[in-house]
């Protein structure tokens, strides 16, 4: 007789708090805790996932995570520690920039030759990182290599369908760029890949909803519909660092027993868009029922896909902007449609890096060309092929490149058009004020958590379908016209 179950959730649940309390003082550059406990021996969980996996979801979903953590643990800190032996820095008396950062950073710089040069001196040091790079990788492969490819949806590393989500806005696309990259400077036909995410941070969204408001205006609808007191520690705990105005990095590390999420004010802050949406998820995680650590994860990460969907889309909601925002219906034209782009280009960007994690997890041959055709459908242009080994680090984490598991993400983004209009519906379109919507979301949360987002979507509408997501951005696009 081996561990019981509940031994072993207990084991799993110490090894994701341990893993969240490294990732912690990484991501911040803290001192890591002094935990009680060792990371235990997780070589035994995947036979008892097997088991598992249809009678008890939740437990499988979240032993095959402590797997994962635990095998890829030891190579993730040599990759770390790597990491921060590589500043990235154009001058030296410059504040350096870590390179698992950088996009952030050029992405916030205004000026086209800087950003060129960040991106740049970036690529120059990649060589230096490529074998804890590939070592990352390989380990992350074994370990999925040992879980049944039936879990990887609901880990979040599944593919969701980009070709699909990249026809359907195609057309959105270009002519929102038309929109927004002339104000910008940039021209799209001889855009590069740092002039690429410049698009993606708005500059009048920062000057109309400023940094040190971030915080507040991403929790406010929970406020509104009566869900405050989940969120009330975690933004309690990020406020002050959104208080300089340099921006703060939100960041949603793991739903467990209560969400965590990690607050620093720095100069790359990741954007209204995305502090809301980390928001969202750290509601979703601290709503989390149940007695058992697995029941209050749920058997799905998609959730945080939704969840994270739900607080950034809220950008593109006119009256939301206009009550909570307090802006002003000429300036929320150009705001609207910035946060639309940013969202196209969001939405685009998960799809293409869900299908290309996927493939490097099943060891797909090429994945330097595959991930730089993928980006060039995506966004019309891509960095270096180079970047690919370094951007698949990522897969796993709940950071991810522009945060997040990239197949939960566009999970996510495909299923929120059809839990707004249900909100809609049993509410009014202003559900993000009704004091009585929280009841909704809670309880969209408690089923999602229960049976997984597919399952939720069949019982809501049937198979989740692109052309829903397509309407909600066409309908956000009349709606900024009205400004």
Same mark, same amino acid.
């Given at each position: 007789?081996?561990?019981?179950v509940?031994a072993?959730?207990?084991?799993?649940?110490?090894?994701?708090?341990?893993?969240?309390?490294?990732?912690?003082?990484?991501?911040?550059?803290?001192?890591?805790?002094?935990l009680?406990?060792?990371?235990?021996?997780?070589?035994?969980?995947?036979?008892?996932v097997?088991?598992?996996?249809?009678?008890?979801?939740?437990r499988?979903?979240?032993?095959?995570?402590?797997?994962?953590?635990?095998?890829?643990?030891?190579a993730?800190?040599?990759y770390?520690?790597?990491?921060q032996?590589?500043?990235?820095?154009?001058?030296q008396?410059?504040?350096?920039?870590?390179?698992?950062a950088?996009?952030s950073?050029?992405?916030?710089?205004?000026g086209g030759?800087?950003r060129q040069?960040?991106?740049?001196?970036?690529?120059r040091?990649?060589p230096?990182?490529?074998e804890p790079?590939?070592?990352l990788?390989?380990?992350?492969?074994?370990?999925?290599?040992?879980?049944?490819?039936?879990?990887?949806?609901?880990?979040?590393?599944?593919?969701?369908?980009a070709?699909?989500?990249?026809?359907?806005t195609?057309?959105?696309?270009?002519?929102?760029?038309?929109?927004?990259?002339?104000?910008?400077?940039?021209?799209?036909?001889?855009?590069?890949?740092?002039?690429?995410?410049?698009?993606?941070?708005?500059?009048?969204?920062?000057?109309?909803?400023?940094p040190?408001?971030?915080?507040?205006?991403?929790a406010?609808?929970?406020?509104?519909t009566?869900?405050?007191?989940?969120?009330?520690?975690?933004?309690?705990?990020?406020r002050?660092?959104?208080a300089?105005?340099?921006?703060?990095?939100?960041?949603?590390?793991?739903?467990?027993e209560r969400s965590?999420?990690?607050?620093?004010?720095?100069?790359?802050g990741?954007?209204?868009?995305d502090?809301?949406?980390?928001?969202?998820?750290?509601?979703?995680?601290a709503?989390?029922?149940?007695?058992?650590?697995?029941?209050?994860?749920?058997?799905?990460? +998609?959730?945080?896909?939704? $969840?994270? !969907? /739900? =607080?950034? &889309?809220?950008?593109?909601?006119?009256?939301? %902007?206009q *009550? @909570?925002?307090?802006?002003?219906?000429?300036p929320?034209?150009?705001?609207?449609?910035?946060?639309?782009?940013?969202e196209?280009?969001?939405?685009?960007?998960?799809?293409?890096?869900?299908?290309?994690?996927?493939?490097?997890?099943?060891?797909?041959?090429e994945?330097?060309q595959?991930?730089?055709?993928?980006l060039?459908?995506?966004?019309?242009?891509?960095?270096?092929?180079?970047?690919?080994?370094?951007?698949?680090?990522?897969?796993?984490?709940?950071?991810g490149?522009? +945060?997040?598991?990239?197949? $939960?993400? !566009? /999970? =996510?983004? &495909?299923?929120?058009?059809?839990v707004?209009? %249900?909100? *809609? @519906?049993?509410?009014?379109?202003?559900?993000f004020?009704?004091?009585?919507?929280?009841?909704?979301v809670?309880?969209?949360?408690?089923?999602?958590?229960?049976?997984g987002?597919?399952?939720?979507?069949?019982?809501?509408?049937?198979?989740?379908?692109?052309?829903?997501?397509?309407?909600?951005?066409?309908?956000?696009?009349?709606?900024?016209?009205?400004?």
């Amino acid at each position: 007789m081996g561990p019981s179950v509940e031994a072993r959730e207990h084991e799993a649940q110490v090894a994701l708090a341990t893993d969240a309390s490294e990732t912690r003082a990484f991501l911040t550059e803290s001192e890591r805790e002094d935990l009680p406990h060792a990371f235990p021996n997780v070589a035994p969980y995947p036979a008892v996932v097997t088991s598992l996996r249809e009678i008890d979801p939740w437990r499988a979903v979240l032993l095959a995570e402590a797997y994962v953590t635990g095998v890829r643990r030891k190579a993730l800190e040599r990759y770390r520690a790597a990491l921060q032996k590589t500043p990235v820095r154009l001058r030296q008396e410059e504040r350096a920039v870590r390179l698992d950062a950088i996009e952030s950073a050029v992405a916030c710089e205004p000026g086209g030759a800087r950003r060129q040069a960040l991106l740049t001196e970036a690529e120059r040091l990649l060589p230096d990182l490529r074998e804890p790079a590939r070592a990352l990788v390989d380990a992350l492969r074994d370990a999925f290599g040992q879980i049944d490819p039936a879990l990887w949806q609901p880990l979040g590393v599944s593919d969701s369908g980009a070709d699909e989500m990249l026809a359907a806005t195609d057309d959105l696309l270009r002519e929102l760029d038309a929109w927004v990259c002339v104000p910008l400077g940039i021209d799209r036909a001889r855009m590069t890949f740092a002039d690429r995410l410049r698009t993606m941070v708005s500059p009048s969204m920062t000057s109309l909803a400023p940094p040190s408001t971030w915080v507040d205006l991403g929790a406010r609808w929970a406020t509104r519909t009566g869900l405050e007191t989940s969120l009330r520690r975690v933004v309690d705990d990020l406020r002050p660092a959104s208080a300089t105005g340099h921006g703060v990095a939100a960041l949603c590390e793991r739903a467990g027993e209560r969400s965590v999420l990690a607050g620093r004010s720095t100069v790359a802050g990741r954007g209204v868009m995305d502090v809301g949406g980390a928001l969202s998820v750290a509601l979703a995680c601290a709503m989390g029922r149940g007695i058992a650590p697995g029941v209050r994860r749920g058997c799905d990460r +998609g959730l945080d896909g939704v $969840a994270h !969907a /739900l =607080g950034r &889309r809220l950008h593109l909601e006119r009256r939301f %902007l206009q *009550r @909570e925002a307090a802006i002003d219906a000429v300036p929320r034209e150009r705001y609207m449609l910035e946060a639309l782009h940013a969202e196209v280009l969001r939405t685009r960007l998960d799809a293409v890096l869900a299908r290309f994690g996927a493939a490097i997890l099943a060891r797909a041959p090429e994945p330097g060309q595959r991930f730089h055709e993928d980006l060039t459908r995506a966004l019309a242009v891509a960095p270096s092929p180079a970047w690919a080994i370094h951007v698949a680090t990522r897969c796993f984490d709940d950071g991810g490149w522009w +945060g997040g598991r990239w197949g $939960a993400r !566009a /999970l =996510g983004a &495909r299923c929120e058009p059809r839990v707004v209009a %249900l909100l *809609r @519906e049993r509410y009014d379109e202003d559900w993000f004020r009704n004091p009585k919507a929280g009841e909704g979301v809670a309880s969209v949360f408690d089923a999602m958590r229960a049976v997984g987002v597919n399952a939720w979507s069949e019982a809501h509408g049937g198979a989740l379908k692109v052309s829903e997501l397509a309407a909600r951005f066409d309908e956000a696009m009349r709606d900024a016209r009205r400004g």
